[in-house]
């Protein structure tokens, strides 16, 4: 029976180690999280309001504040990617940095794709319809 106990203990010692191990994997890729802050603004300085800010390769991000203003959780030697309609999207090595400040610049040349569609409620009688098109100089 002592052969038979000592078996057990040491199986015991195993699992407990393993499980440990496991443990210590999960644990340490989120020990080399950096939390990350920035601003993120047009080219005259004002905030961007819900500009995305991703980490690239993942689905992981966040978006802007009103502020312009965002933080996010990311791990060492990541690149963040960001971007918002009608803005070129930028990407960013974060290396040691915590904080950024990010100017998008306009694109205006994906800006003639940016369809605006309204949809409404009408009696019939009142419906009337119209669709017209404008060149961006004229905006």
Same mark, same amino acid.
């Given at each position: 029976m002592r052969k038979h106990e000592k078996s %057990?203990?040491?199986?015991?010692? +195993? #699992?407990?180690?393993? &499980? +440990?191990?496991f443990g210590f994997i999960m644990v340490v890729p989120t020990l080399s999280q950096t939390l990350i802050k920035g601003l993120v603004t047009d080219t005259q300085g004002e905030a961007i309001v819900g500009a995305n800010v991703?980490?690239? /390769?993942?689905? #992981? /991000?966040?978006?802007?504040? !009103? *502020? /312009?203003?965002? %933080?996010? *959780? @990311?791990?060492?030697?990541?690149?963040?990617?960001?971007?918002?309609?009608?803005?070129?999207?930028? #990407? &960013? =090595? =974060?290396?040691?940095?915590? %904080?950024f400040k990010i100017q998008l610049a306009e694109d205006t040349?994906? !800006?003639?794709?940016? =369809? @605006? @569609? /309204?949809y409404g409620t009408q009696k019939k009688v009142t419906l009337t319809g119209a669709v017209s098109a404008i060149t961006n100089k004229e905006i």
């Amino acid at each position: 029976m002592r052969k038979h106990e000592k078996s %057990e203990k040491q199986n015991h010692l +195993l #699992k407990l180690g393993i &499980i +440990l191990l496991f443990g210590f994997i999960m644990v340490v890729p989120t020990l080399s999280q950096t939390l990350i802050k920035g601003l993120v603004t047009d080219t005259q300085g004002e905030a961007i309001v819900g500009a995305n800010v991703m980490i690239a /390769g993942t689905t #992981k /991000g966040t978006s802007t504040s !009103l *502020e /312009g203003l965002f %933080e996010l *959780e @990311v791990p060492a030697n990541a690149t963040i990617t960001i971007s918002y309609m009608g803005y070129i999207p930028q #990407k &960013i =090595v =974060v290396g040691n940095r915590t %904080e950024f400040k990010i100017q998008l610049a306009e694109d205006t040349q994906n !800006l003639e794709d940016i =369809v @605006v @569609v /309204g949809y409404g409620t009408q009696k019939k009688v009142t419906l009337t319809g119209a669709v017209s098109a404008i060149t961006n100089k004229e905006i």
